[in-house]
T-cell receptor
Framework: DGGITQSPKYLFRKEGQNVTLSCEQN?????MYWYRQDPGQGLRLIYY???????QKGDIAEGYSVSREKKESFPLTVTSAQKNPTAFYLC???????????????FGDGTRLSIL | AQSVTQLDSHVSVSEGTPVLLRCNYS??????LFWYVQHPNKGLQLLLK??????LVKGINGFEAEFKKSETSFHLTKPSAHMSDAAEYFC?????????FGAGTRLTVKP
């Protein structure tokens, strides 16, 4: 079955450490997204990519970085510059970017990141 | 600019009674609207979507939503709640390269 795979499910970060969250999709979707979810808040967009080798900052990109070297993969690095990284991180994909079509986003099951 | 407001952060119903989750949106365009459901420690699953066709949209698991342009609303309903419906629900507005999520409504279903 096609879908989005996020790994690991749980991740712990030490002070001053960079960590990378994995996101892989086999849906042949062009667009991919990273969201941060905090309790009592909706999803906030960190980065998105509409095509390979291209990505754009979302609303809360500071302290994060991404790459899009392959269509299937969109890893997110949480850098030491992100002072409050504890959150649930969700990766999503869609056939076309929002607004250019009516395609919904498909989500992975998330990675929960905590500070040690 | 677009925005979406979910009017209730928490809704509690008894099993077998109707469910109403309220969503108002603001958009300068003709938006697409979505409802997603999220179970604990899981990703979001699409329940239904409105894309300028019929204003009454039927989704999975017996949910439906009605698009009311005059009221800028897209409320989610279900005639009879099941225990398995307990989850977080998100209303989403999409248009012109921008997608905005509501803050979510937590649905509790009492036996």
């Amino acid at each position: 079955d096609g879908g989005i795979t996020q790994s690991p499910k749980y991740l712990f970060r030490k002070e001053g450490q960079n960590v990378t969250l994995s996101c892989e999709q086999n849906l042949n979707h062009d667009a991919m997204y990273w969201y941060r979810q905090d309790p009592g808040q909706g999803l906030r967009l960190i980065y998105y990519s509409q095509i390979v080798n291209d990505f754009q900052k979302g609303d809360i990109a500071e302290g994060y970085s991404v790459s899009r070297e392959k269509k299937e993969s969109f890893p997110l690095t949480v850098t030491s510059a992100q002072k409050n990284p504890t959150a649930f991180y969700l990766c999503a994909s869609s056939k076309n970017p929002p607004g250019r079509s009516n395609q919904p986003q498909h989500f992975g099951d998330g990675t929960r990141l905590s500070i040690l | 600019a677009q925005s979406v407001t979910q009017l209730d952060s928490h809704v509690s119903v008894s099993e077998g009674t109707p469910v109403l989750l309220r969503c108002n949106y603001s958009s300068s365009y003709s938006p697409s609207l979505f409802w997603y459901v999220q179970h604990p420690n899981k990703g979001l699953q699409l329940l239904l979507k409105y894309t300028s066709a019929a204003t009454l949209v039927k989704g999975i698991n017996g949910f439906e939503a009605e698009f009311k342009k005059s009221e800028t609303s897209f409320h989610l309903t279900k005639p009879s709640a099941h225990m398995s419906d307990a989850a977080e629900y998100f209303c989403v507005v999409s248009g012109l390269n921008d997608m905005r999520f509501g803050a979510g409504t937590r649905l509790t279903v009492k036996p």
